[in-house]
């Protein structure tokens, strides 16, 4: 897996224009979160911020992947969304 399959990807996540459920949308953003930054690095936000809170909760959870795992799961989980976008 490449760093151009990755941006591929990034950009391909823009066009879907199926609806994608939010809990794709967390998984998707927490594996781009850990190919791009790593572990998660920043206090939990608080509970109130319910949105907040959910996507450090998707990140924190890849805890300790490498960012070459992550950057593997991202693009499949973008190409199994191509495939099943219904827009």
């Known amino acids: 897996?490449?760093?151009v399959e990755f941006e591929m990807?990034?950009?391909?996540?823009k066009q879907l224009k199926g609806p994608v459920s939010?809990?794709?949308?967390l998984l998707v953003y927490s594996f781009y979160k850990q190919a791009t930054q790593g572990d998660c690095n920043i206090p939990a936000p608080p509970t109130t911020d319910v949105k907040a809170k959910a996507?450090?909760?998707a990140w924190n959870q890849n805890k300790g992947m490498s960012k070459m795992d992550a950057i593997r799961i991202y693009v499949a989980k973008v190409e199994e969304l191509k495939k099943?976008?219904?827009g």
Do not use: R
């Open 9 to 13: 990807a990034c950009a391909a996540i």
């Open 55 to 57: 996507k450090w909760e």
């Open 22 to 25: 939010d809990q794709e949308k």
């Open 84 to 86: 099943n976008d219904t």
């Open 1 to 3: 897996m490449c760093q």
